[in-house]
């Protein structure tokens, strides 16, 4: 009696501990908030924001911010990026991370980046605004323009 006893009696305390647990469980990750959520394009296609330290670390001392967009396949896309106040780099990312194009400074001879290149599938794609080196940003303006395929 004294085993059927011991037996109904962890029963009874496993299942209110197991709720217990699964409801903490459940609230925390209500509250956590995504690490990791790009700002979107605007209609525009414009946007003048501000690169600081409290964006995304590049590891290499400076930072970056990164803005999302569906694009189509056979798209052909212009992306200008330009800064008076740091030395800019603009990468262009598929869904999976990998760089569909990047690219320093613009044929214009400054230091403003501008990225050309055309779309092979459709998809969400980021772009990624960061400084040159160990600079922590400032003031900057981004195009994004989607240009005529050739016929």
Not at 95 to 109: C, I, K, L, M, Y
Request: charged fraction near 20%; charge should be negative.
């Amino acid at each position: 009696m004294t085993q059927a006893f011991a037996a109904r009696f962890s029963f009874a305390l496993l299942v209110p501990i197991t709720f217990l647990t699964v409801s903490l469980t459940a609230m925390a990750a209500r509250a956590q908030s995504p690490l990791y959520s790009p700002l979107a394009i605007p209609p525009s296609n414009e946007v003048t924001d501000t690169l600081t330290d409290k964006d995304i670390p590049t590891g290499q001392g400076g930072f970056a911010r990164d803005y999302a967009l569906t694009l189509n396949a056979k798209d052909q896309v212009a992306i200008d990026l330009s800064s008076e106040s740091f030395d800019t780099i603009v990468t262009l990312m598929a869904a999976d991370g990998s760089t569909v194009g990047e690219n320093d400074d613009g044929p214009d001879g400054t230091t403003n980046s501008l990225l050309f290149t055309r779309i092979t599938d459709a998809g969400r794609y980021i772009i990624r605004v960061r400084a040159f080196g160990e600079t922590s940003g400032g003031a900057f303006k981004l195009k994004v323009t989607r240009l005529r395929p050739v016929n």
